[in-house]
């Protein structure tokens, strides 16, 4: 049995970005957002794997044109077990609050990109 759970994060739950970082106002390729989003993502699921009791997460990652990479429209979490909504709530928080590192692994070839 899998446990879904759904979360929005709208941005008055994140806290607020000095940048702009929406894939209109930024200029980077396309391609590299959406390895900044893949990679706050696997951050999520990492971070649920180790600070939770779940075996196996799947994230779905829905972010828009005009749009911070912070502020998806929607974050769809599902996992092999039932954690604390709270907490995950917390980890993707988290997770998106920390786009700059993300960034800064990414440049320095911390994630295996495909």
Known sequence: DKAILAAVVHAETIAPLA?????????????ILESIVDAIGYDIAQRMIVETDVSEVTIRLLSSI??????????????????????????????????????DRLVDGQYELY
């Not at 940048?19 to 396309?30: E, I, K, L, Q």
């Not at 502020?71 to 920390?98: G, N, R, S, W």
Request: charge should be negative.
């Open 19 to 31: 940048n702009d970082t929406s894939f209109a106002a930024v200029s980077m390729p396309r391609s």
């Open 66 to 103: 005009g749009h911070s990479v912070t502020e998806p429209q929607a974050v769809h979490i599902e996992t092999t077990a039932k954690p604390d909504p709270a907490q995950v709530l917390d980890i993707a928080e988290d997770c998106f609050a920390d786009w700059a590192g993300v960034t």
